[in-house]
């Protein structure tokens, strides 16, 4: 697909603003500029994200229907993308893209489906933390995903065929990167990540899935409460999970769940867990805080 236009999407919210101006010139700066942009709108107006930007881009807006959840608009946008491109390069309007990105992105793609990329941690402020989220070139993926993401929205690119059979998505799916790399890799996607930082992910407050710590109780139980949607939304009988990966998401989901029901009804076993998840070199993966492998020991006894 060297010489085929790709989508670049990201979607706007509210609470973003602050970021859209810088977001908007790492993307002009992109050393490929053979891609059409897409901007997903959910809770702002596409004017309030112009105005944040500083500039009025010459972009296809996908606006959120009245009622129409997050997840809906995203999936609505990737399934007019998918019909309209040979690819679509994901990216977070928080974050920043590195000039090789897209790039980057299209040259992976001529070898493989869904090409994810390390990310290089910054603060809100924008200030290099000096740490890279991710994995190695290879690694298995097929034993991550199941309990951990690494394939986010952030820093992916699909080719447009594996995202139409990846479609439709629940409605009530909060996860969608997650859900969309389970089913990539579960459907036979050719999947591989790149682990030279192609993103600036920044870390704030506001983040859905943390991977920096300290963690605290309220934090691993919160992200436990989303792990656990995420695998209803994989097993759901409505999209036909193979059998050998839906076995293995299933067990990582029997894991989780007693994993919840032990730090859910004990404040001891929770703290002793969030102690030790602390004392362990830290993974920058998303999900590590969840029922991690190493501590089994800690909240199993």
Same mark, same amino acid.
């Given at each position: 697909?060297?010489?085929?236009?790709?989508?670049?999407?990201?979607?706007?919210?509210?609470?973003?603003?602050?970021?859209?101006?810088?977001?908007?010139?790492?993307?002009?700066?992109?050393?490929?500029?053979?891609?059409?942009?897409?901007?997903?709108?959910?809770?702002?107006?596409?004017?309030?994200?112009?105005?944040?930007?500083?500039?009025?881009?010459?972009?296809?807006? /996908?606006?959120? +229907?009245?009622?129409?959840?997050?997840?809906?608009?995203?999936? &609505? #946008?990737? !399934?007019?993308? $998918?019909?309209? @491109?040979?690819?679509?390069?994901?990216?977070?309007?928080?974050?920043l893209l590195e000039p090789s990105r897209?790039?980057?992105?299209?040259?992976?793609?001529?070898?493989?489906?869904?090409?994810?990329?390390?990310?290089?941690?910054?603060?809100?402020?924008?200030?290099?933390?000096?740490?890279?989220?991710?994995?190695?070139?290879?690694?298995?993926?097929?034993?991550?995903?199941?309990?951990?993401?690494?394939?986010?929205?952030?820093?992916?690119?699909?080719?447009?065929?594996?995202?139409?059979?990846?479609?439709? /998505?629940?409605? +009530?799916?909060?996860?969608?990167?997650?859900?969309?790399?389970? &089913? #990539?890799? !579960?459907?036979? $996607?050719?999947? @591989?990540?790149?682990?030279?930082?192609?993103?600036?992910?920044?870390?704030?407050?506001?983040?859905?899935?943390?991977?920096?710590?300290?963690?605290?109780?309220?934090?691993?139980?919160?992200?436990?409460?989303?792990?656990?949607?995420?695998?209803?939304?994989?097993?759901?009988?409505?999209?036909?999970?193979?059998?050998?990966?839906?076995?293995?998401?299933?067990?990582?989901?029997?894991?989780?769940?007693?994993?919840?029901?032990?730090?859910?009804?004990?404040?001891?076993?929770?703290?002793?867990?969030?102690?030790?998840?602390?004392?362990?070199?830290?993974?920058?993966?998303?999900?590590?805080?969840? #029922?991690? !492998?190493?501590?089994?020991?800690?909240?199993?006894?």
């Amino acid at each position: 697909m060297s010489g085929d236009r790709l989508a670049v999407y990201t979607t706007v919210y509210p609470g973003v603003e602050p970021y859209l101006a810088d977001w908007y010139r790492s993307v002009q700066a992109q050393t490929d500029r053979r891609f059409d942009l897409w901007i997903g709108v959910d809770g702002l107006s596409p004017e309030a994200v112009t105005r944040a930007m500083g500039a009025e881009p010459a972009a296809a807006w /996908v606006s959120a +229907r009245p009622g129409e959840s997050g997840t809906g608009v995203r999936a &609505r #946008a990737i !399934a007019l993308m $998918a019909d309209a @491109y040979e690819a679509v390069v994901f990216v977070d309007s928080d974050d920043l893209l590195e000039p090789s990105r897209v790039a980057a992105a299209r040259a992976a793609l001529a070898g493989c489906d869904v090409v994810g990329c390390a990310l290089q941690v910054i603060d809100r402020n924008g200030v290099d933390l000096g740490i890279v989220f991710g994995v190695s070139e290879d690694a298995d993926l097929g034993s991550l995903l199941p309990r951990h993401n690494v394939l986010g929205l952030s820093n992916t690119a699909y080719r447009s065929s594996v995202l139409r059979r990846c479609l439709p /998505v629940p409605e +009530r799916c909060v996860l969608l990167d997650w859900l969309l790399g389970t &089913r #990539a890799w !579960a459907s036979g $996607a050719r999947v @591989y990540f790149d682990p030279t930082p192609r993103m600036l992910y920044r870390q704030y407050e506001a983040n859905v899935a943390r991977v920096l710590a300290p963690f605290d109780g309220e934090c691993v139980l919160r992200a436990t409460q989303r792990v656990l949607e995420h695998y209803d939304c994989v097993l759901d009988s409505q999209w036909e999970l193979p059998a050998g990966p839906r076995q293995a998401v299933a067990e990582a989901c029997r894991r989780v769940r007693a994993f919840h029901a032990t730090v859910s009804g004990s404040a001891a076993v929770l703290e002793r867990y969030v102690d030790a998840l602390n004392a362990l070199p830290p993974r920058y993966v998303w999900w590590w805080c969840v #029922a991690n !492998a190493e501590l089994e020991a800690v909240w199993r006894n």
